[in-house]
């Protein structure tokens, strides 16, 4: 999962939006290294799926250079995850515009940061839920070719379970943060 560590109510506002849905299970970069793109590829490689949340700062003015600014490490990691060819959803702030722009095959949701407001839904929230479940179902597409792959390898677990979704995604922090 890909986010804004500043904004902890958008982040948590769309995993409540995932439960139902799915369980996703994230691999946590706590930002204590630099960000090495060899390591996020990697990440984003063995992951089920990729998951960026996108918000903008609210208190600060979306001039071009800031939108700029506060997007170029997403924009790195949207980059990496489209040749990952994984199953991939941006949750993008509307005020990034054409800034922000996730590859074609990518499911794209656009949001105003200021609707999003804990435990009260956005106006816009059953379509949030639509996109959200494609999303779902895309992934587990994507798993069970995955398995059946691996079953005609002979390298499957046996034990392998589709009844529950659940997703291995990648957390970036700035680069010498």
Sequence with gaps: MSHRYKSPEVN???LRLFAGLATPQFEVDKGTIATSV???ERLVRDADAFIGVYPFPSDTDPTIDRLRAESRYFRVELDLADPAGKPAIALIDRRYGAVLRPPP???QVRFRAQEVVPDIGMPGEAEFKLR???FCSRVEAARRYSLSRALIRGTAPRSASFCRLTMETTTA???GT
């Design 12 to 14: 948590e506002y769309f």
């Design 173 to 175: 922090t700035p680069l």
């Design 105 to 107: 095959a990518m499911i």
């Design 132 to 134: 959200l479940a494609e």
């Design 38 to 40: 060899t390591r996020l």
